[in-house]
């Protein structure tokens, strides 16, 4: 599906700032998308607005869903900025509360998930115990959380040692593998260039290039 997600003359202000200008792109369904520049320039606006976290002027559709007001994409995971669990729960514990929005989320589907981004399910600390890294890998977990159709990752790489950024690139593959539609934002530059099939470059918020790897 050419359109499977639309931007259409996209603009985003804040305080004067033009923050998004103008952005009309296409993504296509289950590829993996690079969205590349340095901090502040666009990058997470424009993940922002895909998911229907902020109001823009333009339209914006994903599956043929006009994205906008108190709609929202289908069936999507996301890791944008810093992800919020609660402090005195176990990393577990939060996917468990986090899985009661699924229908058919099992204690086995938490276990691999967590077990995935290189964390694991018995350990009793609780998250406010948390190192970054840990951090990091608890809110890819969350985001990968029932094979979303669309998933949306902020520097992911970030607060990851060698290790983990390893995991990062696998669980890229295997969400493509799995028919997921995935967009990554990131100044990582190398990380970017081994997993996407595509890449943007965005600079104050204008797409500057669209670079297919194949």
Known sequence: MKDYIKLSNVTKTLKGNTVLNNI????????VYGIEGINGLGKTML??????????????????????GDKFPKNIGILIESPAFLNEFTGKENLKLLS???DDVTDSDINSV????????ADKRHYGKYSLGMKQRLGIAQAILGCPDLVLLDEPTNALDAEGINRMKNIV???KNAGSTVLIASHDKDFIEEVSDSKILIDRGVINEVVCHG
């Open 173 to 175: 593959t295997e969400l």
């Open 24 to 31: 009309s792109i296409e993504f296509e369904k289950n590829k």
């Open 47 to 68: 993940l922002r607005a895909i998911c229907g976290l902020v109001r823009t002027e333009g339209t914006i559709t994903v599956d043929g869903l006009l994205v906008g």
């Open 114 to 121: 967590i077990e995935k981004v290189g964390l694991n399910p």
């Open 100 to 102: 009661f929005l699924y």
